[in-house]
């Protein structure tokens, strides 16, 4: 059975219930990148054109990452965040995201380039890095391990998944062209580039996010818990192994979050009261003298009986 089933159909409902909200973000980055692409382009020659083209970059960038945080925000029914909310909760993120897939756009290159197989692999193996490090809060290194772990088992699916998505896209990219056609060749390219990654980016971050979900879920159920065995998501630091506290299947009390009910104080919640362990002194003063107890227990003799 295939774990993915039914994706492409959820995150077209999802897509159509938060379309305001989801195309509002996309629309925002792609106009603001658009309009300092092109006064880059206008204002400064080939520079102009280079630096514009490093917006564009950028600006993919963080369309990535908060489209990735706009479909986690959405999840539960309603999105939580604004627009500048989901900007600004994703920013953190804009590092790890940009250097894993410049990282990854290169080595698939190559992989394409060395009979097409290799690179599709890389595709299918890395096609959660982001949602990886955005809602994991994993760096862009680890990102690579985790995303292929997730997929390991499944990746004929991912990989068709996958296939599917980018037939839409290209089909929609195609109608789009034939319809700014009749425009001049800048501005319809421009509009084109614009309309297009609005309609589409959305629905690929909720296929690929969604694909993430179903994946995790898979994890989750063969016991390998949410986050590859831990607890709560790796933040990147060194702390506890990478992680911001303790990993709560083999922690600080030999696997137990706490100290484990049968043991700690000999199977006692906190020190018996009876004796047999440290008893804290007298609050009054210094700690009575103890009874001196000869070394033949013949001569020992219990002390008198307070007299009334």
Same mark, same amino acid.
Request: net charge neutral; aromatic share 8%.
């Given at each position: 059975?295939?774990?993915?089933?039914?994706?492409?159909? *959820?995150?077209? @409902?999802?897509?159509?219930?938060?379309?305001?909200?989801?195309?509002?973000?996309?629309?925002?980055?792609?106009?603001?990148?658009?309009?300092?692409?092109?006064?880059?382009?206008?204002?400064?020659?080939?520079?102009?054109?280079?630096?514009? %083209?490093?917006?564009? !970059?950028?600006?993919?960038?963080?369309?990535?990452?908060?489209?990735?945080?706009?479909?986690?925000?959405?999840?539960?029914?309603?999105?939580?965040?604004?627009?500048?909310?989901?900007?600004?909760?994703?920013?953190?993120?804009?590092? %790890?995201?940009?250097?894993?897939?410049?990282?990854?756009?290169?080595?698939?290159?190559?992989?394409?380039?060395?009979?097409?197989?290799?690179?599709?692999?890389?595709?299918? !193996?890395?096609?959660?890095?982001?949602?990886? #490090?955005?809602?994991?809060?994993?760096?862009?290194?680890? =990102?690579?391990?985790? %995303?292929?772990?997730?997929?390991?088992?499944?990746?004929?699916?991912?990989?068709?998944?996958?296939?599917?998505?980018? #037939?839409?896209?290209?089909?929609?990219?195609?109608?789009?062209?034939? !319809?700014? @056609?009749?425009?001049?060749?800048?501005?319809?390219?421009?509009?084109?580039?614009?309309? =297009?990654?609005?309609?589409? =980016? $959305?629905?690929?971050?909720?296929?690929?996010?969604?694909?993430?979900?179903?994946?995790?879920?898979?994890?989750?159920?063969?016991?390998?818990?949410?986050?590859?065995?831990?607890?709560?998501? =790796?933040? +990147?630091?060194?702390?506890?192994? +990478?992680?911001?506290?303790?990993?709560?299947?083999?922690?600080?009390?030999? &696997?137990?979050?706490?100290?484990?009910?049968?043991?700690?104080?000999?199977?006692?919640?906190?020190?018996?009261? &009876?004796?047999?362990?440290?008893?804290?002194? $007298?609050?009054?003063?210094?700690?009575?003298?103890?009874?001196?107890?000869?070394?033949?227990? *013949?001569?020992?003799?219990?002390?008198?009986?307070?007299?009334?």
């Amino acid at each position: 059975m295939n774990p993915l089933s039914g994706v492409l159909d *959820e995150a077209w @409902r999802m897509y159509k219930t938060f379309a305001k909200h989801l195309l509002a973000i996309a629309f925002v980055i792609y106009l603001i990148a658009a309009v300092i692409t092109a006064l880059l382009s206008l204002a400064g020659g080939t520079l102009g054109i280079l630096l514009g %083209s490093l917006v564009s !970059i950028v600006a993919a960038f963080v369309l990535q990452a908060t489209l990735v945080k706009a479909v986690q925000d959405v999840r539960d029914g309603h999105a939580d965040l604004s627009i500048s909310q989901t900007v600004n909760e994703a920013l953190p993120y804009l590092a %790890s995201v940009a250097g894993a897939s410049i990282l990854a756009g290169i080595a698939i290159t190559i992989g394409l380039l060395l009979l097409i197989v290799p690179g599709l692999f890389l595709i299918t !193996i890395w096609a959660v890095i982001v949602p990886v #490090i955005i809602i994991e809060r994993s760096g862009a290194m680890a =990102s690579f391990g985790r %995303s292929r772990a997730l997929v390991r088992g499944h990746g004929w699916h991912v990989f068709g998944t996958l296939v599917l998505v980018y #037939i839409i896209m290209l089909v929609v990219n195609i109608v789009l062209s034939l !319809i700014f @056609r009749a425009l001049p060749h800048v501005l319809g390219e421009g509009l084109s580039s614009v309309i =297009s990654g609005t309609l589409i =980016s $959305p629905f690929l971050a909720l296929v690929v996010t969604l694909v993430y979900y179903r994946l995790v879920g898979i994890s989750v159920a063969a016991g390998a818990g949410p986050y590859g065995g831990y607890q709560q998501p =790796s933040q +990147g630091t060194p702390g506890y192994g +990478g992680y911001g506290q303790p990993p709560q299947d083999g922690g600080n009390y030999g &696997g137990y979050g706490q100290p484990p009910q049968g043991g700690g104080y000999g199977g006692y919640q906190q020190p018996p009261q &009876g004796g047999g362990g440290y008893q804290p002194p $007298p609050q009054g003063g210094s700690e009575p003298p103890t009874q001196q107890v000869p070394r033949n227990p *013949e001569d020992w003799e219990p002390p008198p009986q307070s007299q009334r």
